[in-house]
């Protein structure tokens, strides 16, 4: 048997060895999945005894970790505005810069009568979950190509109560429009094929392929949304998009090409352009 105290500093030097950021954090949150303990029991009994089934739990998950497997896959859930969504294998984790599309989104549609958008590619479902539940009037679709994708999103909408406002289906960009929307959201893979090399192992090993990056420039989705949102915008309806840093200038390029408007980037806390939202003008 393993007391807590020797647990975080073998855990630790595991982790550390493995060049894991903050060894000792980590190992206290591996820690509190493993014993199903909160924060303030790991610090303050340090004598405690794990279990052979905790302990057996912990070693697992250090070793998951030490090959550098995302937390959040080991815990099976992350925080998004405010609330935690479930996550997983074949699942982008959501990013804390992705919650400037939320905002934006809420603001948009706050002041609409119908409320309604749909989202390309919605992963976990995050995005459209947290609008739904901030806007009780709001109803949404979306499409993603991947299962886990769509069972993740369809777990997380029961899970905060508004799958009756979620219309999820399998398939790509706008399989599952089928009416005109006030609003088109996502957050496309926008990471250019060359620049995977140099991600953390973390998401390059581990978060799908197909989320990060469309395979070319990093734009190639993005192209495609542009292209086919104004068949399903109503006419004054709007496109919001998250980008990748440097990308601003032909993300407008492209939107005064279809002939969008009123075309508005919004840095994060970086300082980087990172969403955009374009109206449909007249007969786009």
């Known amino acids: 048997m393993s007391r807590i105290d020797r647990s975080i500093k073998n855990a630790a030097e595991i982790l550390g060895g493995a060049g894991i950021p903050e060894p000792v954090r980590e190992a206290v949150s ?7 303990r909160e924060k303030a029991f790991i610090y303050g009994h340090p004598e405690y005894e794990l279990t052979n089934v905790e302990a057996a739990a912990l070693d697992e998950m250090v070793t998951r970790r030490a090959r550098r497997e995302p937390l959040q896959y080991i815990s099976g859930s992350t925080e998004f505005y405010g609330r935690r969504f479930a996550v997983g294998p074949g699942v982008l984790i959501p990013r804390p810069e992705t919650e400037l599309l939320v905002e934006e989104a809420v603001e948009f549609l706050a002041g609409r009568s119908g409320k309604t958008f749909y989202e390309v590619g919605p992963g976990s479902g995050c995005i459209a979950i947290s609008i739904l539940a901030e806007l009780t009037g709001a109803r949404g679709s979306a499409a993603d190509l991947s299962s886990a994708a769509v069972e993740h999103t369809r777990r997380n909408a029961e899970l905060h109560g508004v799958a009756d406002r979620l ?4 398939g790509d960009l706008f399989s599952g429009a089928t009416e005109r929307f006030d609003l088109v959201i996502s957050n496309p893979p926008y990471i250019a094929a060359d620049e995977m090399v140099g991600l953390q192992r973390e998401v390059r090993d581990f978060e799908p392929r197909e989320a990060l990056t469309d395979g ?5 989705v993005i192209r495609a949304i ?21 990308q601003a200038g032909q993300v407008r390029q492209m939107l005064e090409r279809r002939g969008f408007g009123d075309i508005d980037f919004r840095k994060d806390l970086q300082g980087i352009e990172r969403t955009v939202t374009a109206r449909r003008k007249g007969n786009v």
């Open 167 to 170: 219309n999820v289906c399998a």
């Open 216 to 220: 070319g420039d990093g734009l190639g």
């Open 30 to 36: 591996l820690l509190m999945l493993a014993t199903d």
């Open 226 to 246: 542009v292209d086919s949102s104004p068949d399903h915008l109503v006419a004054d309806g709007a496109l919001l998009m998250e980008i990748g840093a440097g």
